[in-house]
């Protein structure tokens, strides 16, 4: 398995004098102190409209999530279980948008850690769904067993509310609907700490051009995931998965909802350009990156969105090798608006796993 890590590097580059952008040595990316305001005010859209909407968001859907599971816990029905299971899967979609635009890290060592506590997809080499399976089995208190944030992770919660596929085979007895309530109120909590900080904190705002390159860099690693992780890994494309393709290993398999969670992440991505990126990179000579990077995201949500099965069924088709190079396509986009804007690139290392 692979795991990646941003360097912590966010530095300007000093250009030398005469481009419309270049470093003057005082204002950094912004060349003048009325660019320098409009930064700030288009930095205030992408917080109110984008970072504190989804992460807002995000805590409503747990909360109408725990309702939904709350009754699933009282009668284990088919009917309680497909609401749960429906209203489960609306809080993972609005978490893709909150993790692929997670800039808190960045502002506050305390939230590093609370994306790999939310979802552990992609963390670890043991087997989650043996590790629940034995829990469930076991007749332990489910608060003293279930103490691990993995073991309470998004990735628990859809094992346990969906089984191994869609839910034909999940056996949802009282023990598992309980457990599904320690996960949600798990997450309601971790989900309470993101939204109040993005909306407590004006780190974001002020930092201004560090907060431009912060943003710039976590739509490449986020991209850089969507590819390979969540696109490459399943279909094979990727250098430890080459030629050996396996629909598995897809984030939301056992839900069917992988084409609606990608989906997500482009669309956070899209509206973090629209609501401010776009403009910043336009004010400041880079206004064609910028619409390239609007242009492929556009393409790859029309390319899913005609997709013509499931990418569980058959995760190597030709759309999906369209979709990786879309993607690719985008990776790159976005490391070309960061070297026109005058920054530094974090380095994206694997550890090998």
């Known amino acids: 398995m692979k795991r990646f890590f941003l360097s912590i590097a966010m530095a300007l580059l000093v250009l030398g004098c005469g481009?419309?952008?270049?470093?003057?040595?005082?204002?950094?990316?912004?060349?003048?102190?009325?660019?320098?305001?409009?930064?700030?005010?288009?930095?205030?859209?992408?917080?109110?409209?984008?970072?504190?909407?989804?992460?807002?968001?995000?805590?409503?859907?747990?909360?109408?999530?725990?309702n939904a599971i709350a009754e699933l816990s009282q009668e284990q029905s088919s009917a309680n279980l497909q609401a749960a299971q429906q209203q489960a899967t609306l809080f993972f979609n609005t978490w893709k948008?909150?993790?692929?635009?997670?800039?808190?890290?960045?502002?506050?060592d305390t939230m590093i850690d609370h994306p790999?506590?939310?979802?552990?997809?992609?963390i670890g080499?043991?087997?989650?769904?043996?590790?629940?399976?034995?829990?469930?089995?076991?007749?332990?208190?489910?608060?003293?067993?279930?103490?691990?944030?993995?073991?309470?992770?998004?990735?628990?919660?859809?094992?346990?509310?969906?089984?191994?596929?869609?839910?034909l085979d999940v056996n949802m007895t009282q023990r598992r609907a309980d457990a599904a309530m320690v996960m949600i109120e798990y997450l309601i909590e971790k989900s309470d700490v993101i939204a109040e900080f993005y909306k407590s904190s004006s780190a974001f705002v002020n930092s201004s051009e560090?907060?431009?390159?912060?943003?710039?860099?976590?739509?490449?690693?986020?991209?850089?995931?969507?590819?390979?992780?969540?696109?490459g890994d399943a279909a094979g494309y990727t250098q430890n998965y080459k030629d050996k393709p396996d629909a598995s290993r897809y984030e939301y398999y056992k839900s069917f909802n992988t084409r609606a969670s990608i989906v997500e992440i482009l669309s956070a991505q899209l509206e973090m350009m629209q609501e401010g990126l776009e403009s910043i990179a336009s004010q400041n000579a880079a206004a064609n990156e910028a619409k390239a990077i609007i242009d492929l995201i556009k393409d790859a949500i029309n390319q899913i969105n005609n997709m013509s099965g499931l990418l569980e069924s058959n995760p190597v088709t030709d759309e999906t090798k369209t979709l990786y190079a879309t993607v690719n396509a985008l990776q790159n986009s976005y490391s070309s608006l960061i070297s026109a804007l005058n920054f530094q690139q974090d380095i994206i290392e694997a550890d090998g796993d």
Do not use: C, H, P
Not at 34 to 43: K, M, R, V
Not at 116 to 122: A, E, K, R, T, V
Not at 137 to 156: E, I, N
């Open 19 to 66: 481009s419309d952008n270049a470093y003057d040595g005082e204002t950094g990316l912004i060349g003048s102190a009325s660019a320098g305001g409009e930064t700030a005010t288009f930095l205030k859209q992408i917080n109110n409209n984008v970072l504190i909407k989804n992460s807002v968001l995000q805590v409503q859907r747990a909360d109408v999530a725990k």
């Open 97 to 108: 948008r909150v993790e692929a635009l997670y800039v808190a890290k960045k502002y506050n």
């Open 116 to 122: 790999s506590q939310i979802d552990y997809f992609n």
């Open 125 to 167: 080499k043991g087997s989650l769904t043996s590790k629940l399976d034995n829990i469930y089995a076991s007749k332990f208190a489910l608060q003293d067993l279930l103490f691990q944030s993995s073991t309470r992770s998004t990735t628990a919660l859809e094992y346990t509310l969906f089984g191994n596929q869609e839910g």
């Open 210 to 231: 560090e907060s431009v390159g912060i943003m710039i860099n976590q739509l490449i690693d986020s991209t850089y995931k969507l590819k390979e992780w969540r696109i």
